[in-house]
């Protein structure tokens, strides 16, 4: 409990000492990771460099720069011991940095044409992949895979006409959910079943923003959005 009450005050008080977003900016928020009990925070300041701080058992570390010149708020993920950060550079190419065996790696360039900060999950299974997805330019999905041995797949277009940017979660074994906001207003979702793609599915709505999901626990999928008069609404997928 004392962990979860500091991480909400990491992220309010995060949330109270950020700079306004820049209009070149996209999607200005932070961004949580965890490599099993261990939960880490990522922001990026107004210099646009990507600022992270973490829980290491018995405090949380001061805020450290990570550098970089981001141009959207980041995406996290805890890999096994590793944790991944992607962003948005100021070429609109994704880059992504790794903390591994207590050292930070430099920043990496992706590629792609990013109009969306990214968004990243470990997909549920024994077979490690690591997703990353962004709207691109032509405001579709770009989805890029990460495959233990193989290393990225290169960018590819899922298609769609959507106003937001995207949001991933996996409930069950090589099962990945992507979610965006469409021109309607609307919630949006395609789905990959581990052998082939779902068309885009109108999930109604009228929300504002980008919509978040996580599957808390295999076989379910949460997606939040925020509505009318600002209210946070939900809508749960259980098997």
Known sequence: MSRRLGLL???AALLVCASPANADVYD?????????????????????????????????TEWTSLGGEATSGPAAVGYGGQVLVFIRGTDGAIWQKTYSNGTWSGWVSLGVYATSAPA???RRG???YVDVAVKGGDNAIYLKTYQPGVGWHPWHSLGGNLTS??????????VLNVFARGTNGAVWQRAWNGSAWSDWINLGGGIVGAPTTVSRTENVVNVYV???GDTVYQRAWTA
């Open 226 to 228: 925020r509505g009318a």
């Open 9 to 11: 005050a990491a992220c």
């Open 165 to 174: 940017a995207p949001a991933l979660s996996s409930q069950s074994a090589g």
């Open 120 to 122: 990243a999950t470990v």
């Open 28 to 60: 200005d928020n932070p961004a949580t990771a965890s490599r099993g009990g261990d939960p880490w925070i990522f922001a990026r300041a107004a210099d646009g460099a990507t600022y992270e701080r973490h829980w290491t058992g018995t405090a949380w």
């Open 126 to 128: 024994s077979e490690g």
